[in-house]
């Protein structure tokens, strides 16, 4: 439908044809309707991630500005994993999107986020150090680009991700100085291995409640099986006997 045809629509008509359309048309109806907050909440959160699949980047950044805090959650749970691991590059490009969104929407999401997946995704991307007063600073930094809040944890990362990190960061120690520190604590003490399974633990959980298994389950639903795993399957959804069985069976006159 003609956009400007769309504008003219009262919101109950927008309602009504916005959750007609295709998810490749819902995002774009979305930010022209007259209560696009209210379209988004309206969504699933699987819709709002099919919705924001089909949006440019501009776009689906507008999109999150109007999510709530389980759709936001949702999302991360997709696009900061690969398997059972957090892409250190998806949990960044995470960030910059909340960022563009505005300081509302990233604190909405680490506020609601499980403080495992804050903390194995820093992991990911970060180094702290925390110097005893008596060391120099200077001399454990060394020429590794870093920023401090406090002039007690000091944030090592890489030069690309240096902005949006410190900003993400930044934001946290404005709003919430406990869970500023806390995190730093965690992401300092916590094991990375253990910390990114119990992450990724309460990941499975979360998406399991809407019907996404975790890869093995998944592996060994959809994997491929030999003709002799197919004939087996066959012979038990049809209540065929196994002719071997059959074999046994009968008396040899």
């Not at 930044?170 to 119990?198: K, M, Q, T």
Request: proline residues 5%.
């Amino acid at each position: 439908m003609d956009l400007h045809e769309f504008e003219k629509l009262n919101p109950e008509e927008q309602e009504k044809l916005f959750h007609q359309s295709p998810f490749k048309e819902k995002g774009e109806l979305l930010l022209h309707a007259h209560n696009p907050l209210g379209l988004a909440h309206s969504l699933s959160q699987e819709e709002l991630y099919l919705t924001a699949k089909e949006m440019d980047r501009e776009e689906r950044t507008e999109l999150m500005r109007y999510a709530d805090g389980d759709q936001l959650i949702f999302v991360s749970d997709i696009d900061c994993w690969t398997k059972d691991r957090i892409d250190p590059a998806g949990f960044v490009l995470w960030l910059e999107t909340l960022l563009a969104a505005g300081e509302e929407c990233l604190l909405k999401w680490m506020n609601e986020i499980s403080p495992e997946i804050l903390t194995a995704g820093f992991q990911k991307v970060v180094q702290i150090l925390k110097p005893e007063r008596e060391y120099p600073v200077d001399e454990l930094l060394g020429d590794r680009p870093y920023f401090t809040l406090d002039e007690n944890y000091f944030i090592l990362v890489n030069e690309e991700n240096l902005e949006t990190i410190k900003r993400a960061i930044e934001i946290l120690y404005e709003n919430h100085r406990g869970r500023y520190v806390a995190l730093l604590e965690e992401v300092i003490s916590e094991v990375d291995d253990e910390i990114e399974e119990e992450a990724f633990q309460r990941r499975a959980i979360r998406l399991a409640e809407h019907g996404f298994p975790d890869f093995e389950t998944a592996y060994k639903i959809y994997r491929p099986i030999t003709q002799d795993e197919f004939e087996t399957l066959r012979r038990q959804s049809n209540g065929a006997a196994d002719p071997e069985e059959i074999h046994h069976r009968v008396p040899n006159y």
